[in-house]
C-alpha cells in the first residue's frame, strides 16, 4: 500500500512539476548556461603594422625647384601603427589605436630658399614626427543596438588636433541588414606663417562629417552595402606654406576660401565566391562647393591557398576635376588662388598586391603576418610606392 | 537651390527609400544558419582597421575627393 501510494504521489509530482520543469529548462538554457559567464575580460585583437611611403613628383605649389615653379613633391613617410581591442564581458569593446609618422618633406623644408630661415616645420626634411592617440569604447546596449563614442588627440610639429566621435549601429531584419549613423568631429589648432616661413600666430580649422550606412545580405554569399558621407570644414583650410607662381615669375601665398561643404556617396558589394576567394565593388561619388566632382571604383580580389596563405589584388582608378581657383601662374587680382597639385583636375590609378599567412597557436590565438605593395600614379607624374608589414594575434 | 544641395537631397532620397526598404522588412532573406561565409576571414578581415587608415592616407592626402566611406573626410593632420 505504501510503495503504491508513494507512486501515486511521485506520478502527480511529475505531472504537476513538468511545467515548472520546463519553465526552468527554458532558463537554464540561455547562454550563459550553456557556454559558462563571460570572462571579465578578453583580448580580441593585438596587431602592429609598418608602412613606407616613397613619393616623387613635381607641383607648382612647392617651393623646391625654380621660382615660376614646378618644385620637388619629393617625400618620405615611415608610417608605425598599434591596435589593442579588449572585449569586457558580453556588452563592452574597447580599442585602442595608436599611429606614429615620421615624415621628411622636400616641398615644406624648401621654404627658407629665397627667405630668411622660418620659424615653423623648420625640420621637415630632416624628421618630422606625427603622432595620435584614437580610443573607442563600444557599448551593447541591447541585442541589436551599439553605441560606440570615440576620443582622440594628433600632434605634430606646431600642429595639434582634437578627435571625437560617436556612432549608432543597429541590426535589422533578423541581421539581415545593418544601419548605421555616425558624426565625427575634428579641431585643428596651428601656426599660420608667411610665405617666407615665419610665423604670424595661430590659426584653427573644424571639420565636421556626418555618415549614414546601411549593408544587406542578397544571399548567403553576397553583401551590398550604401553609405553617404557630409562634411562641413570651417576655417584655415590651406596648410599656409603652399605658394602659387604669378604671371610675373615671383610667387604669393595660397588663398582658399574658409568655408567648404562636401558630400560622397558609395554603394559596395562583397561576394564569397566558391574558390576559396572573396571579391570587393566599390564605386564612389564626390562632388562639393568647391567645385571637385570625382568619381572612384575599387575592386580587391582575396584567395585562399593551402588554408594558411591567402594572395591578395586590388586596383583603383581615381578621377577628379579641379577645385575652381586651380592655376598654375596666377594674376595678382585673385581673390582666391591655389596651385597644389592634390587640388588640380588629375585621373589617378593604384595597383597592390599582399600575402597574408595565418598560424593558429595551442592557446594564443592566430598568429597572422601579411605583407603588401602598392603603386600609384597620377596623371601630373607623382608616384608613390608603398610597402607595408603587419603582425598580430586575432583571438 | 545650388548644384550641391541637388545632389544632397537626392542621396538624401535614396537613403530615405532604402531605409524605408528594410524597414518594412522585406530584407530577411539569409537565414543565420547559412551566413558561414560571412564569419570566415576572408571576408571579415576585408576591413581591417589599420590596412584601411593606411590607405585611406594615401588617397586621401593626395586628391581632393575624401569621404563617404564613414569616416572623417579632412581635418585631423596638417597634411589634410
Redesign the interface.
Known amino acids: 500500500m505504501a510503495a503504491a501510494a508513494s507512486s501515486r504521489l511521485l506520478a502527480i509530482a511529475l505531472v504537476l512539476g513538468t511545467p515548472c520543469v520546463s519553465f526552468a529548462r527554458d532558463d537554464a538554457f540561455d547562454d550563459k548556461a550553456v557556454l559558462g559567464a563571460p570572462p571579465a575580460a578578453s583580448v580580441e585583437l593585438v596587431q602592429t603594422r609598418i608602412t613606407a611611403y616613397d613619393q616623387t613628383g613635381y607641383g607648382y605649389q612647392s617651393q623646391a625647384g625654380p621660382k615660376a615653379g614646378p618644385g620637388s613633391e619629393t617625400l618620405h613617410v615611415l608610417q608605425a601603427q598599434g591596435e589593442f581591442v579588449m572585449k569586457q564581458g558580453d556588452d563592452l569593446t574597447h580599442r585602442v589605436w595608436v599611429p606614429v609618422d615620421l615624415v621628411t618633406s622636400a616641398s615644406a623644408d624648401a621654404i627658407d630658399r629665397y627667405y630668411a630661415k622660418p620659424d615653423v616645420v623648420s625640420r621637415a626634411s630632416a624628421q618630422n614626427l606625427a603622432a595620435e592617440v584614437d580610443y573607442q569604447l563600444g557599448v551593447r546596449a541591447g541585442a541589436e543596438t551599439t553605441w560606440t563614442a570615440g576620443a582622440g588627440m594628433h600632434y605634430e610639429e606646431n600642429f595639434l588636433s582634437w578627435l571625437y566621435s560617436l556612432e549608432y549601429q543597429r541590426s535589422l531584419a533578423d541581421d539581415n541588414a545593418t544601419f548605421s549613423l555616425s558624426a565625427q568631429q575634428a579641431l585643428d589648432w596651428f601656426d599660420s606663417f608667411y610665405l617666407g616661413g615665419q610665423r604670424e600666430g595661430r590659426t584653427s580649422r573644424s571639420t565636421t562629417s556626418f555618415n549614414v550606412g546601411l549593408s544587406q545580405l542578397l544571399s548567403p554569399s553576397t553583401l551590398v552595402a550604401f553609405a553617404y558621407g557630409f562634411t562641413l570644414q570651417r576655417g584655415e583650410l590651406s596648410n599656409t606654406w603652399n605658394s602659387v607662381p604669378t604671371v610675373t615669375g615671383e610667387r604669393v601665398s595660397e588663398e582658399l576660401p574658409h568655408v567648404r561643404d562636401r558630400h560622397a556617396a558609395s554603394v559596395s558589394l562583397l561576394q564569397w565566391l566558391p574558390w576559396q576567394a572573396a571579391l570587393e565593388l566599390r564605386y564612389r561619388f564626390y562632388r562639393d562647393d568647391w567645385e571637385v566632382t570625382a568619381h572612384s571604383v575599387d575592386a580587391r580580389l582575396r584567395q585562399r591557398l593551402f588554408g594558411r596563405l591567402t594572395l591578395g589584388a586590388s586596383y583603383r582608378h581615381h578621377t577628379q576635376t579641379g577645385v575652381f581657383c586651380f592655376t598654375t601662374q596666377t594674376l595678382l587680382v585673385s581673390s582666391y588662388r591655389t596651385a597644389d597639385s592634390d587640388l588640380g583636375p588629375l585621373d589617378s590609378d593604384s595597383l597592390g598586391g599582399s600575402a597574408e599567412v595565418t598560424l593558429p597557436t595551442r592557446r594564443h590565438g592566430t598568429l597572422f603576418l601579411t605583407f603588401g605593395y602598392d603603386t600609384y600614379f597620377r596623371t601630373d607624374d607623382l608616384r608613390v610606392s608603398v610597402a607595408t608589414w603587419a603582425s598580430g594575434l586575432r583571438f | 537651390m ?3 544641395a541637388v ?2 537631397a537626392r ?2 532620397l ?2 530615405a527609400g ?2 524605408l526598404g ?2 518594412l ?1 522585406g ?6 544558419n ?5 564569419a ?4 571579415r578581415d ?1 576591413d ?4 584601411g ?3 585611406r ?3 586621401t ?19 589634410q
Open positions: 545650388s548644384r550641391v545632389v544632397l542621396a538624401l535614396l537613403l532604402l531605409g528594410v524597414a522588412g530584407c530577411a532573406v539569409v537565414p543565420q547559412r551566413r558561414a561565409h560571412f570566415d576571414p576572408l571576408l576585408s581591417d582597421a589599420l590596412d587608415h593606411r590607405k592616407k594615401l588617397y592626402t593626395r586628391e581632393a575627393a575624401a569621404g563617404g566611406d564613414g569616416k572623417r573626410a579632412g581635418g585631423g593632420c596638417s597634411c
